[in-house]
């Protein structure tokens, strides 16, 4: 199970941390991630990371601005959201799989568990 928290209302420019609890049989979750719904369009992929090795990905849209991280000791995921802009606004959901693959995956189709989301909303 996958339980988000975190999102809120803020102004453009400002941040939020985003948590994602991981409860039961955690230990072979080999990826994790966030996405983003907007209103009115589909789920992409915001950033993810292969929780062996830390490595990541990042959608260009948020690259520099968003830091995905992972605490194996609370099987919680994070997403430390920076200079955060309109664009930003979404329903935020964090995924997991536990299929092997040979890179860290961006897509919908690659994630297995969900969340049930947290909402963010930026707005002057």
């Known amino acids: 199970q996958l339980v988000e928290s975190g999102g809120d209302s803020v102004q453009p420019g400002g941040s939020l941390r985003l948590s994602c609890a991981a409860s039961?049989?955690?230990?072979?979750?080999?990826?994790m991630g966030w996405f983003r719904q907007a209103p009115g369009k589909e789920r992409k992929g915001v950033a993810a990371?292969?929780?062996?090795?830390?490595?990541?990905a990042y959608a260009d849209s948020v690259k520099g601005r968003f830091t995905i991280s992972f605490d194996a000791a609370k099987n919680t995921l994070y997403l430390q959201m920076d200079s955060l802009k309109p664009e930003d606004t979404g329903m935020y959901y964090c995924a997991a799989d536990r299929r092997f693959r040979f890179y860290v995956s961006l897509s919908n189709y690659d994630y297995s568990t969900w969340g049930q989301g947290t909402p963010v909303t930026v707005s002057s």
């Open positions: 039961g049989y955690t230990a072979d979750y080999h990826y």
């Open positions: 990371i292969k929780s062996s090795t830390r490595a990541t």
